[in-house]
């Protein structure tokens, strides 16, 4: 028997299932905390539709040579004298007409959220950069 993180107590078979088909059994998968469903396109995961239509939006703008040096998931480290403090991971970053821009795609709930918040003012104070939230 296996006793799961809510208490219940599944047979071995049951577990198997949990660990190998998900899919299979929608009640046992977790769901994401925000209601965000994963998506992938060009062969690339992103943590929700949102973002991954973000990304394909921004794949035609370079195509147009509207923007350029496009990334994904660029991480921004910061410290005070050589103490890490914490790292930004943004979930695009690209060039337009000569300034580096950083996006987030964010939801009304995730925007407000205070470890976001601070590290908005983190990129400033440290990259003088602005957090564009889409």
């Not at 006793?3 to 088909?21: A, C, D, K």
Request: glycine share 4%; aromatic share 10%.
């Amino acid at each position: 028997m296996c006793l799961t993180n809510h208490g219940e107590v599944w047979s071995p078979n049951q577990y198997r299932e949990y660990l190998s088909v998900g899919k299979a059994n929608p009640e046992m998968v977790k769901k994401a905390k925000y209601g965000n469903v994963k998506s992938v396109a060009d062969g690339k995961k992103f943590d929700s539709t949102k973002e991954k239509n973000r990304y394909l939006e921004l794949k035609q703008m370079e195509a147009r040579d509207e923007i350029s040096e496009l990334h994904e998931q660029v991480t921004f480290k910061f410290a005070h004298n050589d103490v890490k403090i914490c790292s930004y991971i943004a979930d695009f970053t690209y060039n337009k007409n000569g300034k580096e821009v950083v996006e987030d795609v964010k939801s009304e709930m995730t925007r407000k959220l205070p470890a976001y918040r601070i590290k908005c003012k983190l990129m400033k104070a440290f990259y003088n950069i602005d957090i564009k939230e889409i």
